[in-house]
């Protein structure tokens, strides 16, 4: 199935045991049309004799890049489905470019660089960075989503601009 992988944009097979990745495996080696095929370990499978699956990208650079399309629009949808409640505050602290703190919906904080560079959720960190993608935190920072603070009394604006947040005196 299509994937963003520890590699970049690609595949992963379901879940198998060790004989049956090792068997899968060859095949793909012998099909010549992927590269960085791996085999990696779910550490909490279902059924623990099936905990392991492959991640393999294609060689064709089209392909890939329709892959990296196709996952800039998910982040993107996820990022207008829930980016209007995200809560930002400013670390005034962080220097240039600046960071920001986000409040998610299920209450977790990452920290989002405002030049867009990064982010510390970890499916940016594991899967959207390695295939150059926008993880919805960014995507919601880019697109002015949810309520920005730049300390915790006061709320720089509210998403009325079509422009990155820029602090007010900056
Ligand atoms: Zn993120």
Known sequence: MHSLTRNGAGY???LMTSAQCAGFERCLHKHGHFHR???QVYTDPADPRRCYYLTYLPKDPARLEAF?????LKSRERAEAEGSGYIWVADLDSGTPREWEVLTLTGS????REDL????CPHFVNRCAPAMILCKHILAFALNLGTFYTSEDRPLYQHTTTHAPALAGT
């Not at 990296?68 to 800039?72: G, I, R």
């Open 12 to 14: 992963r097979t379901h």
């Open 37 to 39: 095929i791996e085999r």
């Open 68 to 72: 990296v399309k196709n996952e800039m």
């Open 109 to 112: 904080v990452y920290r989002v």
């Open 117 to 120: 560079t990064s982010c510390t």
